[in-house]
């Protein structure tokens, strides 16, 4: 048993909001959200997005699985073919305006449109102000890809799901956009909460027309991800089939966030001594050696 995995895994339990989604729908399980419904899934290829399609296919999702890596992809749609989903696999850099477009055509009228759009692709920078200085294309990059191409995805599935009175979009944010202060990761957490705050501006708008929105702020996940960052290994950190056990519940009750209680916590503090927050966190990276 993973000690790391459990830790977090505990913690999820305790989040109020968890239970009083569960109250609401007594009995849904996940099969009864995707069964015969189609799924668009992003960044699919591995981690927490190739255990999400797993976990969606065996419940009887039809899957469109894009990220990069075709071959990757090809072997993941097999799987969930054999778990009894079906999968259409869709190699695509979203970073790529042409191929975006091309992609959502393919969706909404080659397949007739998506039900459920999960935005799970994403890169971090682990990098400390002066060594970002005359670097800032790393900072353009990571906005092309984690809100610029999410958003040249989502906006026309969005308008083709307004038409159909029916959609959702799950997006996978990070733990660490609730908390605020993250030295060393100011680039990537900008790009997270720019397309946040889009979401939640975004969402009732679309909610008369029957399309709803969730946020998964994603605690700490041992991933590709995390790999380059060596201080990570030390740290608890979920497995990607809890990962992806967070955006199944995203899924299934439909809230406008699905989080964890050290971010709901991290968050109050923000709030309340923001100052306080600052030092610790500047204190911390300094100890691991980012400042």
């Known amino acids: 048993m993973d000690l790391g995995d459990l830790v977090w895994r505990v913690g999820e339990e305790l989040d109020p909001r968890r239970q009083i989604d569960r109250l609401r729908a007594p009995g849904r399980t996940l099969r009864d959200a995707v069964a015969g419904r189609r799924v668009l899934l992003t960044g699919a290829s591995a981690g927490i997005g190739r255990e999400t399609a797993l976990m969606l296919g065996g419940a009887g999702a039809e899957l469109i699985l894009v990220a990069r890596r075709g071959a990757l992809l090809k072997d993941l749609a097999e799987r969930v073919e054999r778990r009894g989903g079906a999968a259409h696999p869709y190699a695509c850099d979203l970073t790529d305006d042409d191929q975006v477009d091309t992609l959502v055509s393919y969706a909404t009228e080659g397949l007739g449109g998506v039900d459920v759009l999960i935005n799970n692709a994403g890169h971090s ?32 599935i969005v308008a083709h799901m307004r038409t159909r009175r029916r959609g959702h979009v799950v997006n996978v944010s990070t733990l660490g956009v609730q908390v605020g202060a993250q030295p060393l990761f100011a680039g990537y957490l900008a790009s997270k909460a720019a397309l946040d705050a889009f979401a939640r ?79 610790v966190m500047g204190r911390a990276a300094k100890i691991t050696g980012g400042l």
């Open 125 to 156: 920078i682990r990098r400390n102000l002066d060594e970002t200085t005359g670097r800032l294309h790393d900072a353009e990059r990571l906005m092309r890809l984690n809100y610029f191409g999410a958003l040249r995805l989502t906006v026309p």
């Open 201 to 279: 501006s975004a969402a009732p708008e679309t909610r008369r027309d029957g399309v709803v929105w969730t946020t998964v702020h994603m605690p700490l996940v041992r991933t590709e991800m995390i790999e380059p960052t060596g201080v990570y290994r030390a740290l608890p950190a979920m497995t990607p089939r809890s990962g992806a056990r967070m955006i199944a519940h995203a899924v299934v009750h439909r809230p406008a966030r699905v989080s964890h209680p050290a971010g709901t916590a991290g968050h109050l503090l923000d709030l309340l001594v923001p100052e306080a927050v600052e030092r």
